[in-house]
C-alpha cells in the first residue's frame, strides 16, 4: 500500500510503498476513506510524543470500510462503514471498565502507539470496545473529522465542562478544536466568545454561533475584554490552542467556581507551564484535562449531528491528496488555513 513515513522526527515524509497491514486477533484493517491532518500529528513528527517508533506513519482521524478481521472480532464485518476516536482502550482495565477508555494505561493510539491512516489502509486493535458504527447519512470526510478535534471539544464541553444553557464560554484559539468548541457551546444554547489572533477566524466563528470576538494580537487585556463583555467573567473557558499564555488567560478570565478545560496539547517546552494558582484557590477554580472521547459517547454527538444541530462538515477546510498532506503536516504549526484540512484521494 501507499503511505507517507518519516524516518526521522523533523525530516521531510515522503510517499513510500509499503506492507499491507494484516488485523490482531481482536482488531481490524480499514481501507482509509478520509484521514484528517491535525496539530497532533505535527507533534508526533517534531518528536515530542514518546510512543512514537521510527519509521512511522502518522495520521489518527479517519473513517473508512472495514476490510478484514481478527478472529476474535465478534461486533463487526467486513464492509462495514466505520469511525473511532483517537484513543483506542484495551477494554479489560480497571479504566476501561468503568468506562473511560480515553485514560486507558494500555490505550491504542492510531499515528502514535503504531501506524496511522495516512496510507491506504490502517491496522485498529481492540476492534470491539472501540469502533463507531458511521450512519450513511454523514459522509467519510465529516465522519474524519469528528475523530479528534470535533469529539474531542464535544466531550471537553459536554461531560468536563459541564456546559449549560445561558452560561458564558470562552474558546481560546480558533483553530479546529476551537472553531468546533464555538459551534457546539453555540448548540448547546450558551454564549460564545471566541479568541484568536487572525481575523478570518474570528469572522468564521461569527459565521457558526460565536456571540462576540476578541483579536488577541490588538486587544490589550483578553482577560479584562471577556470579563466585561460576560459581566464578570466566563463560567466555562477552553484552551483550544496549548500555549503558556492561552492556558494562563484561560484560566484567569474565569468568574468564581468557573470551570477551565485544558485541550490544548501543552508538549516540548510547554509541559508544566505556570497557571495562576492563586486564582484557582481565591476564586475555588476547577483545572479540567480533556483528552478525547469513547466511542460509547459518540451516539449523543451523532444524533446531534443527523438532527443537524450540529453541522460539522461546516467546518472542513481543505479536501487533499495523501501527497498533499506531507507539506499540510509540516506546516501545521503556522496556523495558516481556515477549518479542518482532510486527506479524502491517494492521487
Known sequence: MKAVVYEAFQATPAIQTVADPSPSDGGVVIKVEATGVCRSDWHGWMGHDPDITLPHVPGHELAGVIEATGKDVRQWQVGDRVTMPFVAGCGTCAECVSGNQQVCPDQFQPGFTNWGSFAEYVAINYADTNLVSLP?????????????????????????????????????????????????????????????????????????????????????????????????????????????????????????RGRHVQVG????????SPVPMDLIIAKELEVIGSHGMQAHA??????????????????????????????????????????????DRIE
Open 136 to 256: 450513511e447519512s454523514i459522509d467519510f470526510v465529516t465522519a474524519a473529522s469528528l475523530g479528534c478535534r470535533f469529539a474531542t471539544s464535544f466531550r471537553a464541553l459536554v461531560a468536563q465542562g459541564r456546559v449549560t444553557a445561558g452560561e458564558w464560554v470562552a474558546v481560546h484559539g480558533c483553530g479546529g478544536v476551537g472553531l468546533s468548541a464555538v459551534m457546539i457551546a453555540h448548540a448547546l444554547e450558551a454564549g460564545v466568545i471566541a479568541i484568536d489572533i487572525a481575523d478570518d477566524k474570528l469572522q468564521f466563528a461569527q459565521t457558526i454561533g460565536a456571540t462576540a470576538t476578541i483579536n488577541a494580537s490588538s486587544c490589550d487585556d483578553v482577560v479584562a475584554e471577556i470579563k466585561q463583555l460576560t459581566g464578570g467573567g466566563a463560567h466555562v473557558s477552553i484552551d483550544a490552542l496549548g500555549s503558556p499564555e492561552t492556558c494562563f488567560n484561560s484560566i484567569s478570565c474565569l468568574r468564581p
Open 265 to 272: 496539547l501543552m508538549l516540548g517546552g510547554h509541559n508544566h
Open 298 to 343: 459518540y451516539p449523543d454527538m451523532l444524533r446531534m449531528i443527523q438532527q443537524g444541530t450540529l453541522a460539522p462538515e461546516k467546518l472542513i477546510g481543505n479536501r487533499i491528496t495523501l501527497e498533499e498532506s506531507i507539506p499540510a503536516l509540516m506546516d501545521m504549526n503556522t496556523f495558516r488555513g481556515l477549518g479542518i484540512t482532510v486527506v
